[in-house]
């Protein structure tokens, strides 16, 4: 009886000193990304798909988000450190002789707010009464209108804003 | 290691004590008119897992004392008061908690004992309660993106007067080693009934709970103590065992 009890007990100590280290689920809702929806101008309640589109980070070290895709919705990540984040939205419409880049420029300007979520996720930042700023360039722009549908940004389930095209 | 050490302990004093018991046996001639001298009273013990801890790792400090009490043959009333200090790093978080518990309940001894002998093989139930803070030392934003990375945030922040109570199941073996001193190792398994939690932060150590866990209410623990019985009641009764 004893001899059992004993192997009992170190067999507890044996699992309880391999717990498993805790490490963050992919599957955790952590800090969302903005959704973006590209609709038609000439019918904005339909999809338009942008050929072909990418998005580059505007600031020193510049990154690409999104690379040559068609496709009428993306999530984007916007800073955990600032209160702006900076996007260079490009299409490039592609031909067999030529390819003709036309650059916008878009600032994301919203209020951030730290949650935790769990020990091995640590926090992540809800962002709040955003909106959408396009740099004017006149005719050259090939984004034509922003509505922001939803100003908060704490889930991926539908496009906070849309863009006209 | 650390850990191994205690246990090897108390198996060896087990074993010494049921070969003492084997002994015994072949010595004595079982009649029913051997006298049984039982003492019981007040045992009071500190364990001892708590402050080899306490010096051997880095980030943690704790005593506990206990008591127990035998109330009826088989059933003893038992509390614990101890208090603990722990540092608790993840990745994205790092916390300090500090405060204290008590915890009250009962034991029964499951072990038949060789006449003259006082080991016990105890299951229990206990109620546990602990008042304590935490203080949220640094944390960082999570990210698996790496256009923004994020860094940590130094901005500490202080949570008092949180509590917790839980029940608790404990399984233990109690030897004798002299006469009156006991040793004794037991495991823990409790599982959380309430708590306060800190606003935007939850509590990653709560002590004498030990650890909790994200998607769990459950916890672990273990204890290794000595205690000392102090015999205030002795009491003669005739054994009842059958020669055989």
């Known amino acids: 009886m004893i001899k059992k009890i004993i192997l009992f007990v170190l067999i507890i100590l044996a699992f309880k000193s391999c717990t498993k280290d805790d490490i963050c689920p992919p599957d955790t809702a952590t800090t969302a990304k903005l959704v973006i929806a590209f609709n038609d101008i000439a019918n904005p309640n339909n999809t338009k798909n942008v050929e072909v589109l990418s998005v580059i980070t505007d600031n020193e070290d510049s990154l690409e988000i999104i690379s040559f895709e068609v496709t009428n919705e993306i999530a984007i990540p916007l800073s955990t450190t600032s209160d702006t984040t900076n996007y260079l939205f490009k299409r490039s419409i592609i031909s067999s002789s030529d390819t003709i880049n036309n650059i916008d420029k878009l600032s994301f300007i919203y209020q951030r707010n730290e949650e935790y979520v769990t020990r091995a996720c640590g926090f992540k930042i809800e962002y709040f009464n955003l909106e959408a700023d396009l740099e004017n360039e006149g005719t050259e722009n090939w984004i034509q209108e922003i509505i922001v549908t939803r100003d908060t940004v704490n889930d991926e389930n539908s496009a906070h804003i849309t863009l006209l095209h | ?244």
């Open chain 2, 1 to 244: 290691m650390m850990k191994i050490a205690p246990i090897l302990l108390c198996c060896i004093s087990l074993f010494c004590g049921t070969h003492l018991m084997v002994a015994q046996n072949n010595n004595e001639i079982a009649t029913d008119t051997v006298p049984r001298i039982e003492k019981f009273g007040i045992r009071v013990g500190v364990d001892l897992a708590k402050p080899l801890r306490t010096l051997i790792e880095d980030g943690y400090s704790g005593f506990e004392l206990m008591g127990d009490f035998r109330v009826t043959k088989k059933f003893y009333a038992a509390v614990e008061l101890g208090n603990e200090k722990k540092d608790w790093d993840e990745p994205y978080i790092s916390s300090k908690t500090s405060g204290s518990y008590a915890k009250i309940g009962f034991d029964y001894n499951a072990y038949e004992n060789w006449l003259g002998m006082e080991n016990a093989i105890t299951l229990g139930l206990r109620y546990g309660f602990s008042s304590f803070k935490q203080e949220l030392l640094s944390y960082r934003i999570y990210t698996d993106n790496p256009a923004f990375p994020t860094e940590t945030i130094y901005d500490p922040q202080e949570f008092s007067g949180l509590n917790a109570h839980w029940a608790e199941f404990i399984l233990g073996i109690k030897t004798e080693i002299v006469n009156n001193l006991y040793l004794s190792i037991n495991v823990q398994l409790k599982r959380k009934i309430s708590e306060t939690e800190p606003e935007n932060f939850a509590n990653l150590y709560i002590p004498g709970f030990n650890r909790t866990y994200d998607y769990s209410e459950f916890g672990v623990g273990y204890g290794y103590s000595i205690s000392y019985l102090i015999p205030i009641f002795k009491k003669t009764e005739v054994s009842q065992e059958k020669p055989e």
